[in-house]
Each structure stands twice: as structure tokens, then as C-alpha cells.
């Protein structure tokens, strides 16, 4: 008998713009409360999803700060004149430093 699909991934077939959906959602701590144990997807209230949705833009933002502060050692690094092997952030700060 062939094992049949469990409720993520019907729900994640259920829609193209699901495909992507977490197994869990975590959510923003409180201070005083104790850390809350992910929640798989399929048991999330409407409330709880909307508090996963404020933890993943946090997510976000902070992932593309790390991205744009990377992007700006690269050409900082170019604008210094290094080139592939060289080590970007001596060179930026070596710079910097003149």
C-alpha cells in the first residue's frame, strides 16, 4: 500500500504560492515568558500564523542587512583594488586606515 502524503505537503499542493511553506513557524519571544517550542504549520491558529509572519519578516530584515553589509565589503574591496584572492577586509580597512 502506498504511503500516502502527510498534511504538509497536501497543503503545500494545495496552492502554488504554499509550495514554500515551513513544516514550523516560530515566534517572537516575550520577555519574562519561556521560549515557545515550534509549532508545525498544520496546528497554527490564525493568531499564531500572524505572529510567525512578524518572526519571519524580522528574519528577513535582518538576513538582508547581512547581505547589503557583504555586498558593500565586496566593492569596497574592489574599489581598494583587490582582486579574487586577496582578503577583502584587510584590504578595506588597510584603506580606511590611510
Known sequence: MPEQPDEITLLRKASYGLEDLPQTITFPQR?????????????ATVD?????????ERDSSAAYRRADALKRLYKFAREAGC????????????????
Open 31 to 43: 520577555l519574562g515568558n519561556e521560549p515557545r517550542e515550534p509549532l508545525r504549520v498544520v496546528e
Open 48 to 56: 499564531e500564523i500572524a505572529f510567525a509572519i512578524v518572526e519571519a
Open 83 to 98: 582582486i579574487g584572492g586577496d582578503r577583502a577586509a584587510a584590504a578595506v580597512m588597510k584603506k580606511e586606515g590611510q
